[in-house]
Every structure is written in structure tokens, then in C-alpha cells.
């Protein structure tokens, strides 16, 4: 047996060393993401020099902003030759941009209480799995109540179009059994003849807990963007289920009709559509009836937005695999059935960020109105507020709070709809 | 074996229009033909009633009277006496204008940032990330009232150009900013620059025939010929050297400060500038993003395999990302031009005279004209929409991988 001799054994490990200076810590960060060639290198410095450009000319003019003065020459001399932005304005016509300039002063509360329960409406709808489901009922008066408290009027406008809208709902679920197509039909003209009827009924109630009506043209400012983007999209995304299913379905007729119609709405611009409900729309209403501008030109969004709503659903309807509709058929479920358990809930889901995509496009797009002389945030900055004489000339901060307040409603939009992607993710990656 | 039995052929009975789904479809139909022939009846009947009740009628005999207003920036021959016919072709050139530009400049903006957007720089591409994000969640109106505002409140008046002491002087001795709008050299056409013109044609064709040859001969081959600069070579150094022979045919006009305002040279209204920058640098923003997804959407696996081939990285780029990803990013693209085309109607709210501003601004408030003014509007922006969705398809068709 030979003994081995070593002369030195190492019987425990070094301690790692720590890594060369530019492989670690910020230097390997600044390294790799910022000077990883010479072109980057570059790049690099530019865009800082650009950064340092714009933070440094903006800084002042932000800081140093005066929000306290009557009008611009006010707020000029309180500014005394310096650099700063006259917010002023801001918080002077702060009612006007929010309200437009007509809409009663002492009634703002109205308004503001519908858009704080906007968003209790529609948290169940967002946050399903947060809230309780019974929330839901609320979100279902929710139109009734926004209506009354927004536009003013007896209470039992609201009520009656909401009893119409049960009485269709109860005719539906007594129909559906036979077939669902003729039960929709059916259920709506009921509603129609509940509404008639009560229109005629209504006469008594009409100083039964009658707010003070607003007129449709009294209102304006941000409020306006608000509605048309609430109201417009909610009834698009039915309105857009209905044409893709349309325009999807074996009976020539009806698919014609829907593929006439889409094509037609996405081949001129929104403002065309807007002229119509401002100067053509009365030709082709019966003589005399006068509806509001604010009426015609939800009808004439909502048509818009559906159209475009119906190309993302027939999207995704035609990203499903064939082998689900003739899952549905070999269940035996009947169209209806099969749409609403089988098809219409995966193709939906396929369909959220393209119909967000929608929404915050229809959204920004409400601003047209000031087109055709409605007084929305735009409208309101570049009319009563610019050429009024105390604030003509104070444009970065009107266009900058413009800016600022669409930028957090759509990209607020947008971070929500990528959330519940992520949330109804199902597939296994 | 196919025991195929014939449905009972019970006889017909009515309420099988009900219950049989083979003629369901027909009741179904059939209400919905119903129910449009009487909404048009409806609809055509109030239209002529309230046609009637005004003592108007449907007549397009007004684009023949004279037009009697004046459209400041004319590409054809246009004054007050043309009629409103020709006003309106001078708009819808005007539009075919600023969406032309507009098409091209977003383009160059959305590519880059798209491009930009992957790149390893940290910076670079978070700036790009807010450029994204800032433009398309902002209405298009808003930006275009914003550089409109830029162009005709911020920029100084022509006479901050004038005398010894001028506060603002021109970029380059040729470009004036001025609050009036930009003013440009134009190029004037001396005898001979025809020619000119013609050999820069020719060596266009000239570069495609030397790609065509090295392409040719690298797969005949396998030489490998350069192309960058011999094609650079060959665009640029005929032209130059004619336009040197022929003693410079080709001159430029600047423009100079007369009386009021700037005379000479090429003058770009501050509407259209407006609307073509906002129009361009939001719809870049959405072009930026189809550009990003669509890099994105091929798989890491192509570089790989690529890269596995032995191609270097710009080959790998060039022959087998891009190809691939210009199949996904094209469709959304040709739709991103479609709508920055329609977007271009907001034009009537900085008073440049595209079609919206004459034929559905001033004409139709002049005429009162309102159904054929808005029908005929309508109708232009549709036939552009229909072409380009009909290219479109073409398009997809001959691109769709062929499977099976």
C-alpha cells in the first residue's frame, strides 16, 4: 500500500471572487443597455441631449406656473418677464371644461354623482372576480339613473323605459323556448308598444320627483366626451355582436344586408357621419319631429363604432376552430344555444383588446363634435375659452390639460384591457 | 355503405315557417327583407315630404354655377368664377395631397420607432415606448390643433425678417418659418434639365437591372457581388455629371422678403403643415407598433435556424426576418393609410381646403345643398376605401402562405 504524500490539500472552497468591475452592478447595466457599440453610444448621448432639452425648457414654465389670477395680463404680471405657464386658466374655467359653459352652476352635483357611480357600475363589469355579482343589478339600473340625473325631467320617464325593457325581457324568456330569432323580435316590439303606452300614461307623474330637465344643448365641456364614449360604445358592442353574427350567417339576404352596411360605415370618415346627423338626418325624419343634435349624433357614433366593433367579432369568430361550431352541432344546440354557451364566449374573448382598440379610438373620436359646433373640451377651448378677452392667447396649457386628461382616461383603458388579457389567459404556455 | 334516408316527406304546412329550421331561414329572411324595404319607404317618404314642405328638390345642377369663393392653396387652375365642379376637384386633390405626405412621412416615422422599439438601447427604447403611447391616446384633433397653433402663433411674422436687426432669420439663407407658413426653394426648369431628369430615370432602372444581375449571378455562381455602393454610384454620378455638362439646367428659386411678405419659392400654408405632421406623427405611432409586432411575431426559432445556417446578422435580417415579419406588418399598414386618409377630413378644423373643406364646408353652405354635397363626399371617401380594401385583398391573397 503506498502512502500518498501530497504537500498541500485544499479542503475547503475559495471564496468566490467577485466579478471584474465592468461585468457588474450599474457599470454592466449602463454596458449592456446603453453603450453596447459605438452607433448605441451615440444614440445614447443624443437622446439624453434631447431628454435634458425638453426637461430643462419645460421644468420652468411648469413650476414656475401661476394658478391664481383673474385673466392672462394679470397672470403676465404676476410672472414679471419670467418663464411659466398661466394655469390659471385651468382652475378659472375649471366648470367650464368639465360642464361646458351653459350647464347650470348650482346643479353640478347631478353629473358628478353620475360619474361616481359610473364607476360602481361598472366595477362588477371590469372586475368580475373582485366584486360581488349582485352588483350587477346596479349596473343594470345604472342608464335609468345616469339618465334622470343628467338630464333632468319627471322620474317616470326612467322608470317606464325601464319597465318596458323587464316586460321585454320576460316576453323573451317566455318566448325563447319556440326560437330564440322570433323571440328577440317578439320581445322587442313588446318593449315598443310597453313605451308607447306608457308615453301616454305618463301624464300624472310628471311632477313626481321631477328633477330640473337640462337641455341636451346646455351641456358641454368634458362631460359631453364622457357620454358620447360611454353610451356609444355600450350600445355598439351588442349592436357590433348582432352584425358579425350577421354578417357570419348563411342566409344571404341578412348577410348582405350587414356586409353592405359595415363596408359602408368604415369607408368614409366619422365626420361625414356627423355632417349627416347635423344637417341631413332632419330630411329623413318625419316633418316636425325636432330631436337634439346630442341624440342624432349618438345615433350616428354608435352606427360608426358597431360597424367597426362587428370586424373585430367576425375576427374573432373567425379565429375559432371550426371543430367548436360542430361541437355545438353535434350537442344538438340550436344556433342561439350554441352562439351564446359555446362560440360567442371564446370569440369574445379573443376579441378584448381589439374592441378596447375600438372603444379608446371611439373615445378620442368624440372630440369631432367640435366639428360641427358642439361645445366639447375642444370645442370649449378654441371657442368660449380662447376668444374670450381675458384668456385669448393661453393655448399650452388648455391644449396641455386636453392632452393630459385623454392620455390618463385611454391609456388607463388600454392597461385595463391588457390586465384582463392576462386574467383570461386560459391556455397553458 | 351509405344509408342515407330522404327527411319524411311530410307535406308542407305554414307553421314549418316557424318550427322547421330548413325553412326557418326563409321567415327570417324574409322579415328582415320586409322590415328594410319599409324602413327606405319610411325614410324616402319623409324625404320627399320635407322636400316638399322646403320647395326644395334632389339636383346636382349646382356644381356647374360658379363657385364665388376662393381656395387659397390651388394645384390646378382655380379662381372665384370656376365652378363648384372644379372647386371640389381642387379639394379632392388637396386631400389626395396631404394623404399622399402624410402616408409617406408616417411611414418613416412608424418604421423608425417601430424599429427603434427592439433596439438593445435602454433609453432609446423607452423614448420610443412614450412617443407610442403619447400619440395614440390622444385624439389626432387635439395634435393637429396643437402644431396648427405652432405653425400660426409661435413661429414669427414675416416682417421679424426684415432689416438689419431682424430677430429671426432664414434656416440655410432658403427656408423661412414665418406664421404665414414655410417657404421653400422651388426648382426651375431651365432648358436641357429634361434630360437631366431622364438620365436620373434611366439610372433608377439602372440600379434595379445591376440588382437583378448580382442576384442573378450569385445563384448562377455563387459571386458574390457588392450592391450598396455600386448602386448609390450608379443612381447619383450620370445625373450629376449631366446636370455639370449641360451647365446646370436646373437652378433653384429662393424665396426673399418683398414688401409684406415672402416672395419666390415654394409656399407650404401652416394648415397643411399641421395636418400632415399630425397626421403623420400619429399615425406613426400606430404604424410603429404594427412594425414592432410584426418583427415580433416571427419566431425566435427563423434567427436560430438562420443563424445555425451560417448567415451573418444582417442577412438573417434581410432574407429571412423581414419577409416574414412585411407579411404580417403590410395588411395593418395599407389600413393604418386607409385611416389617415379618412382622418384627413378633420382638415375643415384648421381651414385647409380639402374635399370636407370645399364641397362639404363652403359649397354646401352656400348651396344649401346639404344630401348631394355630404352623398357625394361620402361617396369619394368610399371609392378610396373600396380600392385600396380591394388592393388590399389582392394583396393578401398573393401573399397567403399555401398550405396543403
Known sequence: ?429 | MTTMTDPPKASFQLSMLIYDTRYRSYTFQFIALALLIALMAFLGINLIKNLAEQGQDISYSFLGEPAGYDINQRPIEYDSQSSHMRASVVGMINTLIVAFLGCITATIFGVTAGILRLSPNWLVRKLMAIYVEAFRNVPVLIWILIIFTIMTAVLPAPNAFRGDNATSSMFLNSVAFTNRGVYIPTPIWGPGSMVVVLTFLASVFGVFYYRHYATKLLYDTGKLLPTGWPSLAILVVPTLLMFFILGRPITLDYPALKGFNFQGGLHIRGSLIALWFALAIYTGAFIAENVRAGIQAVSKGQTEAAASLGLRPKRIMNLVILPQALRVIIPPLISQYLNLTKNSSLAIAVGYMDLTGTLGGITLNQTGRAIEAILLLMLFYLTISLAISAVMNVYNNSMKLKER
Open chain 1, 1 to 429: 500500500m503506498v502512502q500518498e504524500h501530497f504537500a498541500f490539500v485544499r479542503s475547503d472552497m475559495l471564496p468566490e471572487a467577485p466579478p471584474p468591475a465592468a461585468e457588474t452592478g450599474i457599470v454592466k447595466w449602463l454596458r449592456e443597455n446603453l453603450f453596447s457599440s459605438t452607433a448605441n453610444g451615440i444614440l445614447t448621448v443624443v437622446s439624453v441631449l434631447v431628454v435634458y432639452q425638453i426637461v430643462t425648457s419645460a421644468a420652468p414654465w411648469f413650476f414656475n406656473g401661476v394658478w391664481d389670477s383673474p385673466s392672462l395680463t394679470a397672470c403676465r404680471e404676476i410672472l414679471d418677464g419670467k418663464t411659466g405657464g398661466c394655469f390659471a386658466v385651468l382652475s378659472e374655467r375649471w366648470n367650464q371644461l368639465l360642464f361646458g359653459f351653459k350647464y347650470p352652476s348650482e346643479l353640478y352635483w347631478r353629473p358628478g354623482l353620475a360619474f361616481v357611480l359610473l364607476f360602481i357600475a361598472a366595477a362588477p363589469l371590469l372586475f368580475g372576480n373582485i366584486f360581488p355579482r349582485k352588483m350587477l343589478i346596479f349596473t343594470g339600473l345604472y342608464p335609468f339613473i345616469a339618465f334622470w340625473l343628467i338630464w333632468g325631467g319627471p322620474v317616470s320617464t326612467p322608470i317606464f323605459a325601464l319597465l318596458g325593457v323587464l316586460f321585454g325581457a320576460f316576453v323573451y324568456s317566455k318566448m325563447v323556448k319556440t326560437s330564440a330569432g322570433i323571440a328577440v323580435v317578439v320581445s322587442f316590439v313588446a318593449a315598443l308598444v310597453f313605451w308607447i303606452v306608457s308615453g301616454y300614461l305618463s301624464g300624472p307623474f310628471a311632477n313626481v320627483m321631477a328633477l330640473e330637465a337640462i337641455p341636451s344643448r346646455d351641456m358641454g365641456g368634458f362631460m359631453i366626451n364622457l357620454m358620447l364614449g360611454v353610451i356609444c360604445v355600450s350600445l355598439s358592442i351588442p349592436l357590433g355582436i348582432l352584425l358579425a353574427l350577421g354578417r357570419q350567417s348563411s342566409m344571404p339576404i341578412i348577410k348582405w344586408i350587414c356586409v353592405v352596411f359595415i363596408e359602408f360605415i368604415r369607408g368614409v370618415p366619422l365626420i361625414t357621419l356627423l355632417f349627416v346627423a347635423n344637417v341631413v338626418l332632419a330630411y329623413f325624419l318625419p316633418p316636425g319631429t325636432n330631436f337634439d343634435l346630442i341624440l342624432r349624433v349618438i345615433i350616428m357614433i354608435t352606427m360608426f363604432s358597431s360597424a367597426y366593433i362587428a370586424e373585430v367579432i367576425r375576427g374573432g369568430l373567425a379565429a375559432l376552430p371550426r371543430g367548436q361550431y360542430e361541437a355545438g352541432d353535434s350537442l344538438g344546440l340550436d344556433y342561439a344555444q350554441s352562439m351564446q354557451l359555446i362560440i360567442l364566449p371564446q370569440a369574445l374573448k379573443i376579441s378584448i383588446p381589439g374592441i378596447v382598440n375600438v372603444a379608446v379610438g371611439l373615445f378620442k373620436d368624440t372630440t369631432l363634435v367640435s366639428v360641427i359646433s358642439m361645445f366639447d373640451i375642444v370645442g370649449m377651448i378654441r371657442g368660449p375659452i380662447l376668444s374670450s378677452a381675458e384668456w385669448n392667447g393661453v393655448y399650452w396649457e388648455l391644449f396641455g390639460f386636453a392632452v393630459v386628461l385623454f392620455f390618463i382616461t385611454c391609456y388607463g383603458i388600454s392597461q385595463y384591457s391588457q390586465w384582463l388579457e392576462r386574467q383570461l389567459q386560459t391556455e397553458h404556455r
